[in-house]
DNA sequence: CCAACGTATGAACAGTTGTTCATATGTACA
DNA sequence: TGTACATATGAACAACTGTTCATACGTTGG
């Protein structure tokens, strides 16, 4: 239950990559379903450009894999386990929601 | 499992908060116990006054709560909730590890 | 009252971050 | 090859953040 500073620090920095609207916003869009960046865009009316930059954080914090195909570029959540740790943390907004 | 522009917001200022890993060892070093600003500070070797800045931003993310007793103030983790989230987090910190 | 202690606050500064714009890279198709 | 499209990258800038230092506040005991 106890972190090591080390842990500590690579917790933190997950975090800090997810503790941005945006960027939370664009690695929820791609969590479920596989994603393109103009996709991602249109939905959170952000320009592709941003969009990119934001992926390439999320990419080097391993929170999100990309497949290029054709053209597009298809981003989604890297693994189960970074789908479970975000479901999580959904789930309790949700609960936040129900206590008032 | 999907959240409103509002939610995605509130859940990113949430992690914001704990995305920095001095603030987030404060959070987890009153998580369990109630902890005195200076107990605190001596445990991670910051300065009482750095600590007392971020815990007034945890205090502000409704993470903490501080009940005084005489001249120490004692933060110690919101609710069960917050507790909970965090206790997710850090166990998905510990599968990482096992992972490799 | 005063002094000592624990905590909080505010100003200031360097470093970081999100965004925009312009431009480059990569892919497909005529 | 050349044009069009999707994505990526880099520079630049304002806004924000973490930290330090000095100082103020609140509490206890003399």
Same mark, same amino acid.
């Given at each position: 239950? %106890? #972190?090591?500073?080390?842990?500590?620090?690579? $917790? &933190?920095?997950? !975090?800090?990559?997810?503790?941005?609207?945006?960027?939370?916003?664009?690695? $929820?869009?791609? $969590?479920?379903?596989? /994603?393109?960046?103009?996709?991602? &865009?249109?939905?959170?009316? !952000?320009?592709?450009?941003?969009?990119?930059?934001?992926? %390439? #954080?999320?990419?080097?914090?391993?929170?999100? /894999? &990309?497949?290029?195909?054709?053209?597009?570029?298809?981003?989604? =959540? &890297?693994?189960?386990?970074?789908?479970?740790?975000?479901?999580? #943390?959904? =789930?309790?907004?949700?609960?936040?929601?129900?206590?008032?």
């Amino acid at each position: 239950m %106890r #972190l090591s500073p080390d842990q500590t620090i690579e $917790l &933190a920095e997950m !975090l800090h990559i997810m503790g941005e609207a945006n960027r939370l916003g664009i690695l $929820l869009c791609c $969590l479920e379903t596989e /994603r393109a960046v103009s996709d991602i &865009a249109a939905e959170l009316s !952000l320009t592709p450009s941003l969009v990119s930059h934001h992926l %390439r #954080l999320l990419r080097g914090a391993r929170l999100v /894999r &990309a497949r290029r195909q054709g053209k597009q570029v298809f981003y989604s =959540a &890297a693994d189960a386990h970074v789908r479970s740790v975000i479901a999580d #943390l959904v =789930a309790h907004v949700g609960e936040d929601e129900a206590e008032g």
